[in-house]
């Protein structure tokens, strides 16, 4: 709830829309949207995600995730929660698009009828820009220690995060079919691309190369 007000907010600051002309496009009383982004009354899941529609953050959806509360034994033996309000056991989560590697920022679709559990996932993380998911191909960015991002894990991808040395980023060379996974470093005044794995190759960057978006967080499934 925190996230999406703060997500709300910023950007009614920077389109400078008032909370009366917001519940104008909401068809509701301009009190209404006060108490929501004040915290005095929860909107419900579909109203959160109008309100990201009218804001222009449609490529957003808040979705919730239910999930096992934490338990402790208690001297009789029997599992009693921790106490954990509604809001700790049930928590908005943002849904992003899982893409590919040929067309990034392009939502892989299934044959009609086709079941495609990857095709969104979720993460508590509210992106500056449209972010989409990418599968890691390969163990160019799997490193033998420190930092590692292997093989099948998701990264989440967020276009409008600046690309400063330091920061995991997908990139797109002239003429190439797929982007890049890799670290954009500083050395000497250049710019690098440069692989977590050290038995590939680092390589210069360039005016040429098209930065697609800085990876904000990863991710595996089991």
Known sequence: MD???ELVKAKMSELKITQEKLAERLGMSQGGVGHWLNKR???KITDMNRVLEELGLGFLEVALVIRE??????????????????????NPYFRYPVSDWKDPCQTRESPPGAYNPNRYELTDYHAQGA????????DAMTAPSGL?????????VDPAVEAVPGKLVIARWPGS?????????????QRYLVPLNPTYP??????ECRIIGVVMQATAKF
């Open 148 to 156: 590692s991002v292997a093989e099948g894990m998701l990264i989440l």
């Open 3 to 5: 996230k999406w007000i």
């Open 202 to 207: 680092k390589a210069l960057y360039s005016e």
């Open 131 to 138: 972010a989409f998911w990418l599968r890691v191909i390969g």
């Open 177 to 189: 079919a797929e982007a890049t996974f890799r670290k954009l470093i500083e050395e000497g005044g």
């Open 41 to 43: 009354r929860e909107p």
């Open 69 to 90: 509360p934490a338990t402790q034994q208690t001297l009789d033996g029997e599992d009693e929660a921790y106490g954990l309000t509604l809001a700790e056991k049930y």
